[in-house]
């Protein structure tokens, strides 16, 4: 592609840098072609309406949140005149930019932030190609003897995300792909520690896509993005949707705005090797993926879980193939540098936090605290450690990678589970044992499963999948059900709906009851959503309306006794009913719960302790107890 009007482009980079506080020269930035200018009225002006405010933002570039979040609006709306054929347009220019401008803007990004690989951030810049576009919309038809029904999906409007500092552009890029293709317009809160490279590249998609479509701020950002900026958008009425990509914290924030939130949360990829897997493309593909840009990225590997009898042989191969491996003392005096411990809360656990400073740094930094010369061009440095080292524990995101040896397939399950946390986000697996690789995904049931490869290949790179810089988590949306004098009737896990609906023919007969929409019907949802961030025992003082059998009733009736905080067996419940032996009678009757989580059929478990079964998966169980403060 070559540069046309690059003295514009490089006057707009440069406004901007100088606005941000950044260098007054730019890269060259090679933008589209663009196409004619407005033409021209009898008065001398272009034909815009004289009647529009005047705003702060220049190409999407805004101070005001508010501002942001309307001119996106307005944005949705051009969009929606101008139909799918410019959505394919925006998705055009978006990925032959962000490819075109790689090496300017992964330097800018790279000079912002002090994080990550050159190198790296030039390739995650060049892969915005494989990010799905408009060609993923795909409606779905069925015909019956009545006719036909078409069911295609529409745009929500305008998406509020939140873009992290570790992927900045490369993520504002791929979100703009996605959110554009599928008709919406989106307004950006940064990470403020990169927010001047992404107002870069809004800057110039801006310029590119009004050129070739006529479409003002398609994408908006904050130029000054803060935790008070963010709630303003979260509260703007034009946005719908939120995507958030970045910690926890931020990820809280979004899941208790009360709107509709795909989160990209935090990760700790654990990677299970057994006997079976090839040891020698087991260690390229570990190095490949924990060293890729300096490990920021939230599927990369961050801690490696061994069989024992192979565990050497896998440390001999990554030293092979250009790792360091750490002494105990070298790795003591690391841990000691790459970690602050804190005492914990009220006599607890001390808790380890990553020191900032050694996030996405180069090898050579952490070898430097390590005390240790490594050979130029080294990736990754590697150690032997227990499961309980703060390197295994939190998500590291340095090239640093903790070996630990397990006995079996199934402590090696059981320590992936456990360092993993519950985020649902990626897991890695290195054998040819179909039963072994079965066996993990299930347990695990993350996002991304990646067999025998590093965990780029999960996105396309290296393999066949696609590209997403923002990896969504289950986020654990209900539907509610409540009848018109603020009774509940039904509540499930959104992925369960079709379960719900049954028990509700079920229950009430196929046909015979309606079902409206409602934002908050008897003020329930919001009860749920006070449920969630924290007041646990409200919950118990919500009405309750259930059709069944009076067996089914008086077990239901059971579980609302059964405390918060605490569990029971299924025994221990059948006891409670007055029917000691009916054991199975009782889990069948527990499972045909309508109302989950109110009435707390999450808190009975096996007598052995096990969690058992759950109709919304084993995975939301544990979250609720734990959320509950449930002895495990």
Excluded at 136 to 141: I, K, N, S, V, Y
Excluded at 147 to 176: C, D, K, Q, R, W
Excluded at 479 to 498: F, S
Excluded at 591 to 596: C, I
């Amino acid at each position: 592609m070559t540069a046309v009007n690059e003295t514009l482009i490089r006057d707009v980079v440069a406004d901007v840098l100088g606005r941000l506080g950044g260098a007054t020269v730019a890269p060259k930035i090679s933008a589209p072609a663009p196409a004619p200018a407005p033409a021209k009225t009898d008065c001398g002006c272009t034909g815009k309406s004289s009647a529009k405010p005047e705003r702060r933002g220049t190409l999407g570039v805004f101070e005001d949140a508010n501002e942001a979040c309307t001119a996106a609006h307005e944005a949705f709306l051009q969009l929606q005149k101008a139909g799918v054929a410019a959505r394919v347009k925006i998705v055009e220019i978006v990925k032959s930019m962000a490819e075109a401008n790689a090496e300017a803007w992964g330097k800018i990004e790279l000079d912002e932030t002090k994080i990550g690989r050159l190198d790296h951030k030039i390739e995650k810049l060049q892969i915005i190609k494989l990010v799905p576009g408009v060609e993923w919309l795909r409606p779905d038809g069925r015909s019956g003897d009545h006719g036909i029904t078409l069911e295609e999906y529409t745009p929500f409007g305008v998406v509020g995300a939140v873009t992290p500092s570790t992927h900045s552009i490369p993520t504002l890029s791929g979100n703009i792909v996605n959110i554009c293709a599928a008709g919406n317009a989106v307004v950006f809160n940064p990470h403020p520690s990169a927010a001047k490279c992404a107002a870069i590249a809004v800057r110039a998609y801006n310029e590119a896509i009004y050129r070739e479509t006529g479409i003002e701020n398609i994408a908006t950002i904050i130029s000054k993005p803060t935790m008070e900026s963010f709630a303003t958008m979260c509260k703007h009425e034009a946005v719908r949707l939120l995507l958030v990509t970045g910690g926890p914290g931020v990820v809280k924030a979004a899941m208790q705005t009360g709107k509709r939130a795909i989160c990209a949360g935090p990760g700790n990829p654990p990677v299970f090797v057994d006997d079976t897997a090839c040891m020698t493309r087991a260690a390229k593909a570990i190095i490949q993926g924990a060293s890729y840009d300096n490990n920021l990225l939230c599927i990369g590997e961050k801690e490696v879980f061994a069989l024992d009898r192979i565990a050497d042989k896998l440390m001999s191969e990554m030293q092979q193939h250009g790792a360091v491996k750490l002494s105990n003392a070298q790795l003591d005096a690391l841990t000691k540098a790459a970690f602050t411990i804190k005492p914990g809360e009220g006599g607890g656990c001390a808790q380890a936090h990553t020191n900032k400073d050694f996030i996405g740094k180069d090898p050579i930094v952490l070898a430097k605290a390590a005390g240790v010369n490594i050979p130029a061009g080294t990736q990754l440095l590697f150690a032997e450690t227990d499961a309980n080292h703060p390197f295994v524990v939190e998500e590291q995101m340095m090239p640093f990678l903790p070996i630990v040896r397990v006995k079996n397939l199934e402590e090696g399950i059981a320590r992936s589970l456990e360092a993993e946390h519950g985020y649902k986000h990626t897991s890695i697996i290195h054998s040819h044992d179909v039963e072994a690789m079965t066996a993990m995904g299930r347990a695990l049931d993350t996002t991304l499963f990646i067999k025998n490869g590093p965990c780029m290949a999960g996105l396309g790179l290296g393999g066949e999948g696609y590209l997403s810089f923002s990896i969504a988590t289950p986020t654990g949306e209900m539907i509610l059900v409540a009848d018109h004098d603020g009774n509940l009737r039904a509540i499930d896990w959104t992925d369960h709906e079709a379960r719900m609906e049954k028990l509700l023919d079920r229950q009430y007969g196929k046909g015979k009851y309606t079902l409206k929409a409602a934002r908050d019907p008897g003020g329930l949802s919001a009860a749920m959503q006070r449920y969630f961030e924290g007041d646990l025992s409200i919950i118990d003082k919500l009405p309750v309306q259930t059709v069944g059998t009076p067996f089914q009733k008086s077990v239901w009736k059971a579980l609302r006794g059964i405390r918060c905080g605490t569990t029971i067996s299924y025994a221990e419940l059948a006891r409670r009913i007055g029917k000691p032996k009916a054991v199975r009678a009782v889990g069948l009757a527990n499972g045909q719960n309508p109302v989950g989580v109110v009435v707390p059929c999450h808190r009975v478990i096996g007598s052995n302790g096990n969690l058992t079964g759950y109709g919304g998966g084993l995975a939301r169980k544990k979250w609720l107890l734990k959320h509950e403060g449930a002895p495990r």
